[in-house]
Nanobody, 124 residues
Framework: QVQLVESGGGSVQAGGSLRLSCAAY????????MGWFRQTPGQEREGVAF???????FYTDSVKGRFTISHDNAKNTLYLQMNSLKPEDTAMYYC??????????????????WGQGTQVTVSS
């Protein structure tokens, strides 16, 4: 059974950094798409950064130049390095996984597996 376990959230001041991790268990497929989404109360889940097994990466405009997504194949772990954090980055962050070819989709409904979420709070 596929399981995603997230860690690394917390509270920081504006300008600070955090690194989120998402360890994936229970699969051996080499073709995948993974992404980070975030959600605030009353809002839809928003795609933040995505990577596929071919190494193609996509960032939403609001995090370009500040966030870096990476995947360690040996550890089956997805990371999101977040620098220069802003109060508007405050949200619950979720990692997502699906097994498909092609570019990682940016729509939450296209992902079958989800982490439990980790809270990121940025104070001004």
């Amino acid at each position: 059974q596929v399981q995603l376990v997230e860690s690394g959230g917390g509270s920081v001041q504006a300008g600070g950094s955090l690194r989120l991790s998402c360890a994936a268990y229970g699969y051996t497929y080499s073709t995948y798409c993974m992404g980070w989404f975030r959600q605030t109360p009353g809002q839809e889940r928003e795609g933040v950064a995505f990577v596929d097994s071919a190494g193609r990466i996509f960032y939403t405009d609001s995090v370009k130049g500040r966030f870096t997504i990476s995947h360690d194949n040996a550890k089956n772990t997805l990371y999101l390095q977040m620098n220069s954090l802003k109060p508007e980055d405050t949200a619950m962050y979720y990692c997502a996984l699906d097994f498909r070819y092609g570019l990682a989709p940016r729509t939450p409904s296209m992902y079958k597996y989800w982490g439990q979420g980790t809270q990121v709070t940025v104070s001004s």
